[in-house]
């Protein structure tokens, strides 16, 4: 069974750095786009970057600058994020989409979410 696991979260302090990791298991197949998302109270859940199996990147205009996708072979997507205030908290969900390759359809696959919070 494939498991989406975020981790990284917590509490910091107006300007603070954290990075979110996310990792997959339960899959032999390759991961063709790994992406963070979150949902603030209240809000709509709102994506932020992606990352494909080459290395393109995508970014949302709202964060452009302050987050920085990666990928490494231990976790499907790192996200690293400086300058945080306020409005960045939320609970952030890593999304991955599974190729089992030979042009079949391909699967998606979102976390439990990791807490985010920015205060002082």
């Known amino acids: 069974q494939v498991q989406v696991v975020e981790s990284g979260g917590g509490l910091v302090q107006p300007g603070g750095s954290l990075t979110l990791s996310c990792q997959v298991s339960g899959t032999i197949f390759q991961i063709k786009t790994a992406s963070w998302s979150r949902q603030a109270p209240g809000k709509e859940r709102e994506f932020l970057a992606s990352?494909?199996?080459?290395?393109?990147t995508n970014y949302a205009d709202s964060i452009r600058g302050r987050f920085t996708i990666s990928r490494d072979m231990s976790n499907a997507a790192d996200l690293r994020m400086d300058s945080l205030n306020a409005d960045d908290t939320a609970v952030y969900y890593c999304?991955?989409?599974?190729?089992?390759?030979?042009?079949?359809?391909?699967?998606?696959?979102w976390g439990q979410g990791t807490q985010v919070t920015v205060s002082s």
């Open positions: 990352i494909q199996t080459g290395g393109e």
């Open positions: 999304n991955v989409e599974l190729d089992p390759g030979l042009g079949r359809r391909t699967f998606n696959y």
